[in-house]
């Protein structure tokens, strides 16, 4: 995991970029800070309670990926930057009503609260088209008291896993081309040039060199699971050798009913299948089959040794995101041994 | 959710079999103790860690339904056993190791630890075949000190789902008729037979009256997910009319990118995909679509009245289970009004 931190840096530096993880990966500050200190400018949180865990937990520079809504959550906001005065929390909106309701209250409440706009980046979820739409809301950002324009986010997340590198970083490009020649054609003239522009992914960051990110929000990287693996990168086109997986499940086999069939005590309920199943680092060529909420079941090839009931398994989550959020306790492990352990602060906090 | 509660009981009652349900589905001691307070002889948990939330939560009748593997887990159960002497604490087993293990430290202890067989009724998870192997571990703790063969456990999780309830119950009744017919010619004259026989769930209890079963281990009939609401009942065949869905998800509308699409702040985390896509039940009409791990995507059709930025919508799960995991408190809402608001104890306990 350290060794990830680092090198996603390194290559960020490399490419002139500036990284921003996404903490959504691990929800844990300490981690975040780690990330901060290796050179990162600082985090992306998807929610605003996640926001909520990064400030309390020291970090001083927050942006918020998902738009808000809701007179509770407007308060929340307002309430979070209010109480971390010294730490920049900046959120992404993409309607005007967002505008509207975050500026009455940070007026009310004395601030100012700094806005990116999300902008369509082919993903086709939230965000404004670039065209007029896009002018007209930051034109109301501008002339609206309590909020101020710091720019823009343009993310692909449909593009993180697709396999092969070159496809990929054709794709990615392509699927922002036309955001960064509206930025050029229209925005620049008009002087709505956005100061930040957020957006990448650990898929596709080196897709981005020279396009006009400024930040990147890079953060499955940390941990590397399987269907991340699987995506290649620029020294091979099937596996990602430059980073290595580093979020593991520890399972014990609980029954060996048959030869070719064992079973551990591991189901959707801590390892995720939503992203596809899990791989068995410690038998590679044993598959895992989903067993309902608390089992794996364990097909061996036939002549597989055995497996002893109470042999512990390590398991490679096919998505770490979907995965730690089942647990509430991180253990980070250095040579066979457990030296740290982390309280997976942000888990349910998709509030 | 209280009506659920008292049908189940009831058509149990009226089939002349026992209720025990599978807690599992909410993993709170208070909605255990509803049920048992309705007319359950205890409460059944996938897990040991579960296990401990029940018994510490005042349940004094708990069957943990998973084997358990590992010197840890043997040490925490016989722990368990000690720590709540006035609860029937009984655990599922399918291997010679299990007795062993748990009967060597229960002996030092000087506790009697009972113990269901799991029998294989075709699920190919757990369980062994109801052949000479079954006759074999029987055996071995009946001449083992500090375990007691109390019966054992024949649960088909894999037709619970199948659509149509004639289908289902027919498929049912076939998958477990070998293992009866076993305790019937072996088990029982060899004096061996079960005291109880444990399985059966929400989509099949019906298809066991008279065949031996001796308490049923339904649990989803409490909450009712999408996926169980859509696999028929004796009422019709497509729809389940006897349960009501009683666990909802609300979310809120964040984004409105185009007439067509708007976005909820509810993804992966707080509803899971892993058996299909939630409902909305705000708006049957609009469908929604995993937008990832934080936001959901609906598809509203053409015409259809744009919804608010702010707006709350209400989601039912397409499966309850590993959606209430996602979350740390359960409220409890009648006429509109949260009435009542429960710590979900058990969450992540699948250890």
Known sequence: MTQNIKEMQQQI???GLTLRPHTKAHKI???AQMQIDAGAVG???SKLGEAEVMAKGGIHDVLITTPIAGAVKYHRLIALCKEHPKTV????????EHVKAIARLATETGIEVGLLVEVESGQMRCGVMPDESL???IELINRTEGVRYDGIQAYSGHLQLVKGYQVRQQTAFDAVRDVFAFIDTTLAPRDLKPGIVSGGGTGTFAAYPGLGYTEIQSGSYIFMDATYAAIGDELCDVTNRQFSPALKVLTTVISHPAANRAVVDAGMKSLSIDLGMPKVTTYPEVTYQCGGDEHGILHLPEGHRQLKVGEVLTMLPSHCDTTLHNFDVLYGVRDGMVV?????EGRGRSD
């Open 13 to 15: 530096d490399l490419l």
């Open 29 to 31: 500050p300490a981690l």
């Open 43 to 45: 985090i992306c949180t």
């Open 89 to 96: 929390i900046r959120q992404v909106i993409d309607h005007p």
């Open 135 to 137: 002018v007209e809301l």
């Open 340 to 344: 740290e352990q982390w309280a997976i």
